[in-house]
């Protein structure tokens, strides 16, 4: 079950791959500056995930606009990572937590995926500017995705 809102969400640094190398990619970097939205998601390379980051990225507008920055977190490798976004031109930060410390923090490890071991569920969460949870859902089954919806009305609330 994933972390409750109300509660302060765990700070990370989580390592991203892009052109220019690998770059730290942290919660603390937008506090105090933006909301940010953490979706975390099973695996690159399939086909529900990459709907949801490739729909993500197509519709970034509205989250820049509701003063919130994206980060999609799986327990891929940053180089993996990396060559997914390039393929599907994936415009959002791409964090690795492959040694899955942030997917336990916030309680969203999902056990044994497809016989191919432990990955992050798929669920999201809005961190307001402070640090708090503000929104919190982990999906019933990795197939499903997350209500944005729901997401978006709880970064309206903070504006």
Same mark, same amino acid.
Do not use: H
């Given at each position: 079950?994933?972390? *409750?809102?109300?509660? @302060?969400?765990?700070?990370?640094? +989580? *390592?991203?791959?892009?052109?220019?190398? +690998?770059?730290? #990619? @942290?919660?603390?970097?937008?506090?105090?500056?933006?909301?940010?939205?953490? =979706?975390?998601?099973?695996?690159?390379?399939?086909?529900?995930?990459? *709907? /949801?980051?490739?729909?993500?990225?197509? %519709? =970034? %507008?509205?989250?820049? !606009? +509701?003063?919130?920055? #994206?980060? !999609?977190?799986?327990?891929?490798?940053?180089?993996?990572? /990396?060559?997914?976004?390039?393929? /599907?031109?994936?415009?959002?930060?791409?964090?690795?937590? +492959?040694? @899955?410390?942030?997917?336990?923090?916030?309680?969203?490890?999902?056990?044994? =995926? &497809? %016989?191919? %071991?432990?990955?992050?569920?798929?669920?999201?969460?809005?961190?307001?500017?402070?640090?708090?949870?503000?929104?919190? /859902?982990?999906?019933?089954?990795?197939?499903?995705?997350?209500?944005?919806?729901? #997401?978006? &009305?709880?970064?309206? &609330?903070? @504006?």
């Amino acid at each position: 079950m994933a972390i *409750k809102v109300g509660t @302060k969400a765990p700070d990370f640094s +989580l *390592k991203s791959k892009t052109p220019t190398g +690998l770059v730290d #990619v @942290k919660l603390s970097d937008n506090l105090g500056k933006k909301n940010t939205v953490l =979706l975390f998601f099973p695996a690159a390379f399939t086909s529900v995930c990459t *709907k /949801e980051l490739c729909d993500i990225t197509a %519709g =970034l %507008g509205q989250y820049t !606009g +509701l003063n919130a920055a #994206v980060i !999609g977190i799986s327990v891929d490798t940053p180089f993996a990572q /990396e060559a997914w976004a390039q393929k /599907e031109k994936i415009a959002i930060p791409l964090a690795s937590d +492959l040694n @899955k410390t942030v997917t336990r923090a916030y309680d969203v490890l999902f056990p044994n =995926l &497809a %016989g191919i %071991g432990d990955t992050a569920a798929r669920a999201a969460f809005v961190i307001d500017k402070t640090g708090v949870v503000r929104y919190a /859902e982990q999906t019933p089954s990795p197939k499903d995705l997350p209500n944005f919806v729901g #997401v978006q &009305a709880a970064l309206a &609330a903070l @504006k």
